[in-house]
């Protein structure tokens, strides 16, 4: 009976995925839209008066307020940052107005930055992004890999870098949500290989710790239930939301109308896809699939499929003076056998179904399976974007240290070169960003015990080694 149901919802999941992510993403505009204007009559509007910024105001810690010093004890200066990637079609702090696509967590630490990359560009390239904002300049992508893809080698321009003290000596806390914690990962890769030009002392140790929050760490089947092709992992479907995702992309860009795309961006510029520069005939070929980033498969989809992921982890390591963390949503449960959404109350309405598919996954009988020991039922758990699986630490093609931690208080004593990772029941994909009041308690929970983390147990020497054996889970 619920293969009948599945096939039936498969059915209807094209025209209803588009029109759901289509409204979504509406109302995100618009929200943010609306926010602007409230916000700038409010500037308008607002009378005339001198505060007193010597004013010390001690709020009840009963209100969930924080308490706000004129004179901080703590030179902000002395704190190592605390970096927040979004995830894919997510956005950086200036995008959007002033929505704020990790819901307000980052107020929570007067030290924190959130960049704002490619939402839809490839892990490669976001990381490259990601080094420049922090250490200012031109964004470099490099010349072979610009080459190989079709694009300009040079990018956005920082003039001021965002952290530019930043080295061995001045590390910094990243936390990737979703598609945020591979560009993470490719980052302190990239770091270690001293593979930007004109900076030959990058190390691994400029990364003092990466989490990883609903992190895609080894792929996703949602990819293929998407559009891409489970047979490579780089081919798209002839018909699938994401041909309908790419063919608006494409529009996008080419009319380039500067107000909008200061709002928000895609972040294909660096593929001068702007119509002053490729005319009709080139949105032809782009719309053909001749050029472009999907042409090339320089766009994050191909790095989110199991064999993408594969194929980025291999050159990745989990570096022994780092200190890892993962949490891992999950929003099924088991019945009668079958792995379902553990509930419809509560689910964004946007991945219930989504939940639904994953959760019925099953590996095409015709391909080869993507890697050695691959099992269908250990995909099946999901969020309704990510499967547990995949966020939990990096398996696959090797399965890197990891220790399953229950509760968050078993951290300590904490030890580098570890993933410790822990499972969010009845989380869905999108729980802990954008929309706070979805979440409640538990986004105080999570956002409180990553930043208590990195401000108190997380530091550079050497911790006690704690006598446990490593569990591979």
Known sequence: MIRLWISALQLLELPVSSVVHLLYGLYIFSTAVATDISQALNEFFKPNVKINTNMDMNLNNATGLRRVDSKPSTNLDDLPPIVLIHGIFGFGKGRLGGLSYFA??????????????????????????????LKGGQVDYGKEHSKACGHS??????????????????????????????????????????????????????????????????????????????????????????????????????????????????????????????????????????????????????DLTIQGSMRVNSNLKTFPNTFYFSYATKRTRKVMGNTVPSSILGVHPLFFIRILQMSQWRHPSDVLPPYKGYRDEDWQDNDGAINT?????????????????????????LQPGIWYYKIVDEADHILFVVNRERAGVKFDLIYDSIFERCRKHVFRNKPNIPNQTLTHQ
């Open 104 to 133: 307000g967590a980052e107020k929570k630490d007067d030290r924190v930055l959130v960049p704002d990359l490619g939402s839809l560009t490839s892990v490669y390239d976001r990381a490259r992004e990601l080094f420049y904002y």
């Open 153 to 302: 080698q040079f990018g956005r321009i920082y003039e001021q870098g965002h952290y530019p003290e930043w080295d061995e000596d001045h590390p910094i806390h990243f936390v990737g949500h979703s598609a945020g914690a591979p560009v993470v990962r490719v980052l302190q890769q990239m770091l270690a290989d001293k593979a930007f030009k004109e900076y030959e002392d990058t190390s691994e140790n400029w990364v003092l710790s990466i989490t990883s929050l609903s992190g895609a760490l080894n792929g996703t089947t949602r990819t293929y239930f998407d559009g891409m092709q489970p047979e490579d992992g780089r081919s798209m479907k002839p018909i699938c939301l994401l041909l309908f995702c790419r063919l608006g992309v494409i529009i996008y860009e080419w009319l380039d109308i500067p107000w909008l795309k200061n709002y928000y961006d895609f972040g294909f510029s660096h593929f001068n896809m702007s119509w002053k520069k490729i005319g009709i005939s080139g949105l032809v070929d782009c719309l053909l699939g001749n050029s472009g980033p999907f042409a090339s498969g320089d766009w994050m989809l191909p």
């Open 389 to 413: 699986i995949s966020m939990t630490h990096p398996r696959i093609p090797v399965e890197h240290p990891s220790r399953f931690i229950p509760d968050d208080s078993d951290y300590q004593p």
